[in-house]
């Protein structure tokens, strides 16, 4: 059974960065795709960023530059870095995974999830 585990949250000054890391257990790491999404108080979780299990990448419009997804398969490990962070990116950060079937963005197609990571900007 897949379990995905975050770290790497905080508390960040605006302007700061942070890097995620979810450890994903299981033995066909690289055959998922594994993609990050956020979920900040009273709004819905939200896409932020893909990597599939071909090598591609796909991230939402608001965090392009910023952020960087990657993903180190011989330690079952993905990773968002996040630089330039504003109060808007404050919110519980999840990684998710799912059998590899390209770029996905929609949440209901991964099918395990992480915990979830608090990160807060403060301005």
């Known amino acids: 059974q897949v379990q995905l585990v975050e770290s790497g949250g905080g508390l960040v000054q605006a302007g700061g960065s942070l890097r995620l890391s979810c450890v994903v257990s299981?033995?066909?790491?690289?055959?998922?795709?594994l993609g990050w999404f956020r979920q900040a108080p009273g709004k819905e979780r939200e896409f932020v960023a893909d990597?599939?299990?071909?090598?591609?990448?796909y991230y939402v419009d608001f965090v392009k530059g910023r952020c960087t997804i990657s993903r180190d398969n011989a330690k079952n490990t993905v990773y968002l870095q996040m630089n330039s962070l504003t109060p808007e990116d404050t919110a519980v950060y999840y990684c998710?995974?799912?059998?590899?079937?390209?770029?996905?963005?929609?949440?209901?197609?991964?099918?395990?999830w992480g915990q979830g990571t608090q990160v807060t900007v403060s301005s």
């Open positions: 299981g033995r066909t790491f690289s055959s998922y795709d």
């Open positions: 998710a995974a799912t059998p590899g079937v390209g770029v996905t963005t929609e949440a209901y197609r991964y099918t395990t």
């Open positions: 990597s599939s299990w071909s090598g591609s990448t």
